[in-house]
């Protein structure tokens, strides 16, 4: 028999047998340790980040990390004059965004306003140093904080406790900072990933939609807000509007500065009027200067602390899905390289001082390097030493329609029909993210959405898809009868291709699964009276990546219904690791070396061969023939 | 263009075309709500349980539907005396069986040992009124109100509230036979498939092994159990055993007798020699008759029902995985079906009353019918009402032992070596949870392995692999060259395999892993000084069953960087639900029709021709004749 031992791959095993059919080669033994390691690489280096680090001198070594940890060194040297005019507009762009939103946002998250500011340009500074993407511009994420103020906001009274609600916002965007930071150094960015399309465009409507329902309060001066939030929508707004403003860059400028005009007019209109006194609730007194380190301000009083790990986390994790992308759909028009890890460690650097947005504007404005952030910083910190007082008469109308604006953009509605069209399982998932954010809370949203989405993978391999091949006219191709109309069954042999691992989740399926095709071909026979009943069952196992030993066992017990019904049962294309395993388990001896087939084609060959020339139930001779050619 | 439109199947669509390819097709589009149902149908009734009803008179119907609910129905007609003989042998020797394992476990349990002992007959009858399997012999699962003891022991105390105690074991019990009923009327029988058998070894193993040091306590007639626990491994055990047995069926019946006549030699000698006074532990009195029913003994107590309904719903799983796995080997034996979800109602039932074991005992006993069980409750009946004062003088030490024997068989080392051997990674979902249950508890074991389990699940897709192809020599199949070392490179041209559905988990892994191997391919032809330079890139989608937005979207950008790169991308053999989803989200018009091909050979020949031919950077013309043939 051609068991296992003489299938160790060696150059002549590989030549056709007698009867003209390939090998099915077990792969070269592994060493354990080797596998694992390359399975750690893979799972955790995904992206090879030490690639240029191979065969240097290790000074060049040693330049190669800086650089590698501080992205600055690499560009710094380079940088020339115009690229600075170029940052030059793009910072001060940006500022004139980041003013009016960081204004905006603090309020929102009922923080005093200046801290919009503040969180503006440190941020920026640590971002420009470590950050691997160009073109993301970083500031507040006041809506960052937003988020924040709807989970502080169930554990302290605002109003109550102003003073510990900031120190719990402070140490939960510390939290953030250390959670993105530490995911980043563990290269766990793939937990990110997790976080797909669907989930953040029904995410982020939703958390838009609420935002904005509360913004009419504001526009209609009611108190002030209620804490709602949603989390990178800024962003998003912004690049989706400069997405539609890529054909006219002239029109992309005014609506950049369209917030920082309309802030200038309001504050002059009320100035003039005095309507302040009349009713007009306005930013009031802003104190000018440099705030002090936070650090002093950390809450970790263990009553608060859950709460505050917990805000971080859920923070943390939608900034970066988004931040990576958004960084990442740039440096795919300018094919340079994002490594999200690196962008882990960045922003965690950035949330332990304050978190970030604005990217579409800088790509537009035509900013070269990170110096525009430098540029916006600067801009930002003159505007907090010496010119905070223009906003005393800010009204605050105005900063909620610079948001409702911001919010607007972001509810991507053809996004949705999109995924209805494409796929309705995303859609699903897309809508139960924006239900639960908009009717319960974003937390409830996101576990919806992230749970379903894990729900669909789980079930794939739950419920594999078992197809019936056929050939393919005037070929000796087999595909599934149900994609190719013209696929013509074979007389006497069923061809299943199965979809997926065979896991433990699934062997009781396909057992059931397998003999329900069993039983519906020999139905169909039947009804058609055919002369040759069904003999042969191949299992096409090309689709099949995996296999343990849940599924072995289930293979086994396949054998054995389809031996117990006089049926034969072949295997086509099994894959290098299935075949590693089935030789361990010493499966290969159980089906027969002579029963395992390179091609789905070939197989058919085999069996047809046996069909026709022999006595199909006593295949021994041709297996004969077969194993001692074997 | 070849473009979706013209694709929907029509007969001559399929024709070769002028270059003498395959077109791929496009499944034709099937309703929303019909694949919505056959979604829901898989997932649900992957055993087509109505099968069987199909085109049947309503009367005939009818009584199939009795017979699907009461399986006795079915073979109750056909029973003959021969048969009642095998059956009433069986049932004695389950019931020698029962009685002393009823007691000892319910001792184990801290439960009054006639609980055992009631708890043997009535599951018994239910399931053979109700339960598929004829060869599951049903009884104390003592072992399982071991696990319940575990659980309840953390609220309760046994010693102080007994009462309390005993009410919230009749609860749990409950609630486990409601939880195991729903599942199975609910069809999610496929929950307890995330139950690897890698699991269920470790997880028993570990049971077992607590179990055992406990009851070394008892042998060295300390203070009675403490409340530990395994749930099904008396079943298994005596499976197990009767594994070993079946060359000598003898001995069978030894191993079978041996815990009665150790019982009865016991008590026996304890009666003679009057050891109980000199500080033997034994039974004491049980009370004659049968208990009252227990439904006024539930406690729906909002304190404890958190705890009962958990206790309910572990027990209720883990019971549930083995009872049905099995059951199920039973099956293949004797070459019958087993419902999953059948099975759940049928056990649902008995635990509303009362758990379940003893299988093998049955099967080897040479059972026909589920009537054995009815003989087996019967005896237990007799014993409940007139044999009770025999094991007045039955020594506790020789419970201890009966437990200890069932035990020892089931720690099964030889299993987890095999696990070693297949599949590492099972092996360390066995082990976790070993090392779970004895060094932590139940829960921690289980959570440990199903997590890892379900991990394992995701990181398949969220890592997939990804396979270089070559050529098989003197054939026009191309297969992974890691696996077959004869298979030689294309020059020119890379062939990727995908080895996963292309899912949001994934997308970004794939899109650096795609470019990593295009960088590395590069790599090694510039080091090897090849002539011709890389041109095109061939993705193999055999093994990509299904695609998401994400996963599309993915496929949009990787074209991007490939056409920068100044290569051309080409797709092999995409499924149907890839080719739908394709078409929907028009990449097929992106990417081209003339560049998707129904073989990885026929994608190559015609790279090989674009590249000999014409020069391969304006494949235009190619294209139109491919585009215009199509």
Redesign the interface.
């Known amino acids: 028999m051609g068991n296992a031992d003489d299938m160790n791959?060696s150059?002549e095993s590989?030549n056709?047998d007698a009867t003209g059919r390939?090998r099915v080669?077990?792969?070269?033994p592994q060493p354990?340790v080797r596998s694992?390691k390359n399975t750690l690489k893979?799972?955790f280096f995904?992206?090879?980040p030490l690639?240029q680090f191979k065969n240097q001198p290790p000074t060049r070594k040693f330049i190669l990390g800086l650089q590698y940890v501080f992205p600055i060194l690499e560009w710094g040297p380079r940088y020339t004059l115009q690229f600075f005019r170029a940052d030059l507009i793009a910072g001060i762009t940006i500022a004139s965004l980041a003013i009016p939103q960081g204004i905006s946002y603090a309020k929102l998250a009922n923080l005093p306003p200046i801290l919009g500011l503040y969180s503006s340009f440190v941020p920026a500074l640590v971002y420009a140093v470590m950050g691997s993407s160009r073109d993301l511009a970083v500031g507040t994420v006041a809506v960052g904080s937003l988020l924040m103020a709807s989970m502080l906001g169930n554990v302290v009274n605002i109003q109550e406790n102003p003073k510990l609600y900031l120190h719990l916002a402070f140490t939960a965007t510390f939290f953030t900072g250390l959670f993105e930071a530490l995911l980043g150094i563990f290269r766990l960015?793939?937990i990110v990933?997790?976080?797909?399309?669907?989930?953040i465009v029904g995410f982020m409507g939703g958390a838009a939609t609420v935002v904005c329902l509360q913004q009419l309060k504001g526009i209609l001066g009611l108190e002030h807000f209620t804490h709602a939030t949603d989390v990178v929508s800024v962003m998003r707004s912004i690049f989706s509007q400069t997405h539609k403003s890529k054909k006219k860059p002239r029109l992309f400028w005014i609506s950049a500065m369209a917030p920082l005009t309309s802030v200038i007019l309001g504050s002059i209109l009320v100035y003039l009027t005095h309507a302040e006194k009349h009713g007009v609730q306005v930013i009031g007194h802003l104190k000018k200067g440099i705030n002090p380190p936070s650090i002093m301000d950390l809450n970790f009083d263990s009553v608060y602390l859950p709460t505050a790990i917990k805000t971080g986390i859920v923070t943390g994790v939608i900034s970066l899905a988004e931040g990576i992308a958004v960084g990442?759909s740039f440096a795919?028009f300018k094919?340079y390289h994002i490594d999200?890890n690196k962008e882990m460690i960045a922003f965690g650097m950035m949330n332990i001082v304050g978190p970030f947005s604005r990217s579409a504007v800088n790509f537009n404005a035509g900013c070269k390097t990170a110096v525009s952030n430098i540029v916006m910083a600067l801009s930002v910190m003159i505007t907090l030493l010496f010119l905070t007082p223009l906003f005393h008469y800010t009204p605050l109308v105005v900063l909620s329609a610079i948001i409702i604006a911001a919010m607007l953009g972001i509810i991507d509605y053809e996004a949705a029909i999109?995924?209805w069209?494409?796929?309705?399982?995303?859609f699903l998932v897309c809508m139960s993210a924006y239900i639960g954010v908009v009717f319960a809370n974003i937390e409830i949203g996101l576990v919806m959405a992230i749970g379903l989405?894990?729900l669909?993978?789980?079930?794939?391999?739950?419920?594999?898809?078992t197809?019936v091949l056929g050939n393919?006219?005037?070929?000796k191709?087999y595909?599934?009868v149900?994609?190719?109309?013209?696929a013509n069954n074979v007389p006497g042999i069923l061809i299943l291709e199965i979809?997926?691992?065979i896991?433990?989740?699934?062997?009781?399926?396909l057992r059931?699964?397998i003999s329900?095709w069993i039983?519906d071909e020999e139905d169909k026979l039947k009804s058609s009276g055919e002369m040759v009943g069904l003999q042969y069952v191949i299992l096409d196992l090309?689709?099949v990546?995996?296999i343990?030993?849940?599924g072995?066992?289930m293979l086994d017990?396949v054998k054995?219904?389809i031996d117990?019904r006089g049926l034969k049962l072949a295997l086509a294309?099994p894959?290098?690791?299935v075949?590693k395993?089935l030789n361990?388990?010493k499966f290969l001896e159980t089906i027969g070396q002579e029963w395992i087939f390179?091609?789905v084609g070939e197989a058919v060959g085999a069996c047809n061969y046996m069909l026709h020339s022999c006595n199909t139930k006593t295949t021994s001779d041709v297996s004969e023939k077969y194993s001692n050619s074997v």
């Open positions: 791959p150059a590989y056709l390939h080669a077990v792969p070269p354990f694992l893979e799972t995904p992206d090879d690639r960015g793939f990933d997790f976080l797909s399309h669907a989930t990442r795919m094919n999200g999109h995924l069209h494409v796929d309705k399982f995303d989405s894990v669909r993978v789980l079930l794939f391999v739950a419920r594999p898809r197809l393919i006219p005037d070929s191709v595909r599934s149900d994609q190719y109309q013209n979809d997926a691992p896991y433990f989740a699934n062997t009781n399926y059931e699964r329900r039983d090309t689709a990546a995996n343990d030993t849940s072995i066992s017990e054995k219904i117990r294309n894959g290098g690791e075949m395993k361990k388990a390179l091609t």
